[in-house]
């Protein structure tokens, strides 16, 4: 089956442009604007002397670089798990599909491959490099070359086997994102700690400010990285879940459709 590489490097890296883009604009006019007013109104109050409550703004959470570093991952992974579930969803489309013409009850011998395959031969070319048509066009080849219902079946196998190797190494992109999220959520609290630390001096002189702020970087910059990597560490299951689905189904249909209607002459073995 042919992969064009080139055009899944090209949308990734489009994707990854893209997230930036869209999330740098978000935090720009919208996100780390209202946290700076936030602040501000919170420096002036303190700097007054009022006794007000602190409130938790969903701006003071998301407003440093880590967060943002983290959302552009979240949206890259999820724009390459999008594409690769369209292409599980269309995999899956075709096994609804008669592509052969063999009825219960009928025998398919080897000299009959030939004109079973001339339905799969005639499928346009972007779904004869899907799983199925892959896999039965290569079953008739090989029980008409071998007339052995054993290597038929074996390739069924080899193939299914393959591509599930092949899914799941693309899935490994992903993988890298789910764990560079959290990294950098880590990174960010070593950041404010180290913050923090430095501006200690001033928190014995009774200014807490500095330190506070610091410290809402260390921990508001775990906490989004966590939560967002639970919620791609979900996906990425679901969409590991959809493929191996896909592959049992592509091997129960060619079980069902194919390989139980295949018999060899006596004389021929199997």
Not at 1 to 9: E, P, Y
Not at 50 to 59: F, G, H, K, N, P
Not at 114 to 125: H, I, K, M, T, Y
Request: contains cysteine.
């Amino acid at each position: 089956m042919k992969r064009n590489t080139a055009s899944d490097f090209f949308y990734q890296l489009f994707a990854l442009i893209m997230a930036v883009i869209i999330v740098h604009a978000i935090y720009v006019t919208v996100v780390r604007p209202n946290a700076n007013t936030q602040l501000q109104e919170q420096f002036e109050r303190q700097e007054a002397g009022e006794t007000y409550i602190v409130q938790r703004s969903i701006y003071l959470v998301l407003k440093d670089y880590e967060q943002e570093a983290c959302f552009v991952l979240m949206l890259w992974a999820m724009a390459i798990m999008g594409r690769k579930a369209s292409s599980s969803f269309r995999e899956t489309k075709i096994l609804d599909q008669a592509l052969l013409n063999v009825r219960d009850g009928t025998s398919v011998l080897p000299e009959d491959t030939r004109e079973l395959s001339r339905p799969l031969q005639n499928l346009p070319e972007e779904q004869q490099s899907l799983l199925l048509p892959r896999v039965l066009q290569t079953v008739l080849q090989r029980f008409g070359s071998t007339e052995s219902i054993a290597n038929a079946s074996s390739s069924v196998k080899e193939i299914c086997d393959n591509e599930s190797d092949r899914l799941d190494s693309e899935l490994a992109m992903i993988r890298y994102i789910a764990w560079a999220i959290p990294s950098i959520g880590f990174i960010g609290t070593v950041r404010g700690i180290g913050e923090a630390l430095g501006q200690a001096h001033r928190a014995v002189e009774g200014d807490i400010a500095g330190v506070t702020i610091s410290l809402g970087v260390a921990f508001n910059s775990t906490f989004v990285a966590l939560v967002i990597s639970i919620v791609i560490m979900f996906f990425t299951h679901q969409l590991q879940l959809l493929q191996e689905r896909l592959v049992l189904d592509t091997q129960n249909y060619v079980d069902q459709k194919l390989l139980r209607h295949l018999k060899v002459n006596k004389t021929s073995g199997a």
